[in-house]
């Protein structure tokens, strides 16, 4: 149980009106660099959602995104991608959703720790950011959604910490796999199930479950 990632940007911003490819729309997508972020049960200082129905609240305090996926990204689009293109308050590196499991408890820095709790499923606002039609449905096809996690101990976290893994369910399954059965119904209703029993899985992707299994 060796994980060791790292931050590479880390960013916070409030909800503001913008219009993005002639869409005007209320987001926090638009996110700005900063040194340091005091996170808090419900994230970040400074920090907030657009739509807070189906974005925000203590299970998805903290949005990450893996920095590996930026090269994908533009060879695919042929653009420059610039952080934070997602939205994401922490780009990190060595944390691909095949690495990193539903209910891993990471340490970032000294004193903040979280529990990562779902894969995200992204919206159209991310096509409407990057004034790039396909990018929605690329992310989802791939499930390279990047991640959300909840607050286990508060604390200020600071640009460039490292994150260390301190613990891991012992039946693991990866937010690769998870976002794979939710959004592709992957493995079927028994994957389904497994899925719903992971440790630390948020309770909006149990419901989202349950349902399908109905």
Known sequence: MVL???????QI??????????????????????EMAELGANGFSGDGVG????????ERAVCFYPAEHYSLWEDEFQKTIAMPAFGENLTVHGMKEEEVCIGDIFRIGRSAAVQVT??????????????EPQFLKRILDTCYTGYFAKMIDAGTINENDNITL????QKPITVLQ????L??????LAAAE???????????WKKRLKKRLS
């Open 4 to 10: 060791q990632g790292s931050i590479v940007s880390l």
């Open 183 to 188: 959004l592709h119904q992957e493995g079927g």
């Open 166 to 169: 301190l613990h891991r369910a």
């Open 51 to 58: 739509n807070p129905v189906h974005h925000g609240g203590p």
């Open 194 to 204: 497994e899925l719903i029993s992971a440790e630390g899985l948020a309770e909006d």
């Open 13 to 34: 911003g409030k909800p503001q009106d913008e219009a993005f490819s002639g869409m005007n729309m209320k987001t926090a997508i638009k996110k700005q660099k900063t």
């Open 118 to 131: 779902q894969g995200r499923v992204p919206c159209s606002t991310i096509s409407f950011f990057n004034n």
């Open 178 to 181: 998870a976002s794979r059965i």
